[in-house]
């Protein structure tokens, strides 16, 4: 299964398959971290708060994505590509966490509402 997610994340978004090749307990946080990262508008910041890590953490993992697949991931064309194999890879074994990491949902990554006054 490991394999056919490699070769179809791959084909989306090239230089998937070194981090999809990962074992879990490495794979899920730096593909967690991305995709928060990406939808906190490339804000380490925001993101290690939304992570609950620390900053500087968030910039190791972004530093080893970018070793293993050979790109920053900066490009906007690529991003909503990006957006939805992230996505994809993180829910299509169900997995959505790892320990010490928590999940990425919707509500962890889109900033709260006030309620109308």
Known sequence: MIHEQARAADWRVPGTVAVVALPPRRRVPLLTTLLAYLQCGDNAVITSARLQ???QTVRYRLRRIAELT????????D???LMITLTWLL????????PGSPAVTSSAVTP???APS
Request: include cysteine.
């Open 91 to 98: 829910h299509t074994d169900g997995i959505t966490t790892a």
């Open 112 to 114: 709260a509402r006030s």
């Open 70 to 77: 050979g790109t920053r991931c900066h490009d906007p064309a």
């Open 79 to 81: 991003r909503l590509d």
């Open 53 to 55: 890590v620390h900053e």
